[in-house]
């Protein structure tokens, strides 16, 4: 199976598709790593040998002609699937047409609860006692796609953001290498989902 991983920042969960990935009996290869812009995380590609590229969202007149762009790099690398891991940017329609259901994305929030840019804050400034993570094919909504797979994680007193995000990421990337390997061996099919 042939991913291709999104970032915009960090690329914490993408280190971790990475490393299973790296094991030779996994049965799926990160084979590109892309960005909308020049993401800290792209540092992971150049570590494991594996090519990455750069749509840069402020290079283009439209979210429209951005989202073409980087079809067009995901058509170029024959990815399988596409995943979206910490891409901090809407897809536009046109480009969500072209790779849903095979698109995505990981949420640090127990979806529905929380969706949006800071679920981790909204879910600390709520007081709940668990949050959670979630995996879920993209479609034209903000995280409002089918779940694929979701997980529960508690919220502990004296919890920072950091500290909350922190939990909730190991989480996330359990999810999303059980969610490639289901996908993989054919257990999980994702038009089915969507
Ligand atoms: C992850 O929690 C992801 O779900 C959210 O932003 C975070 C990205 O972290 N969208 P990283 O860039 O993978 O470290």
């Not at 002609?65 to 399988?80: F, P, S």
């Not at 095979?102 to 929030?109: G, S």
């Amino acid at each position: 199976l042939r991913l291709v991983v999104l970032i915009s920042g960090g690329g914490s969960n993408l280190r971790a598709l990475l490393d299973a990935s790296d094991d030779a009996e996994f049965p799926a290869r990160v084979v590109a790593i892309g960005a909308d812009r020049d993401a800290e995380g792209l540092a992971h590609a150049e570590e494991f040998g594996i090519p990455s590229f750069v749509v840069p969202f402020n290079a283009f007149d439209s979210r429209e002609a951005w989202g073409d762009e980087l079809v067009d790099q995901l058509r170029q690398w024959q990815a399988d699937l596409v995943i979206l891991s910490g891409f901090m940017r809407l897809l536009p329609p046109r480009a969500v047409e072209a790779l849903s259901p095979a698109l995505l994305n990981t949420h640090p929030a127990y979806l529905p609860e929380f969706p949006g840019a800071h679920a981790v804050r909204d879910a600390l400034a709520a007081g709940v006692a668990q949050t959670g993570a979630s995996v879920i094919i993209v479609d034209h909504g903000v995280d409002s796609g089918p779940i694929v797979a979701q997980r529960r994680v508690p919220v502990l007193p004296g919890d920072t953001e950091g500290r909350l995000h922190d939990r909730i990421k190991l989480v996330e990337r359990e999810l999303l290498v059980d969610v490639v390997l289901d996908i993989a061996n054919g257990q999980l099919d994702l038009t089915t989902l969507a």
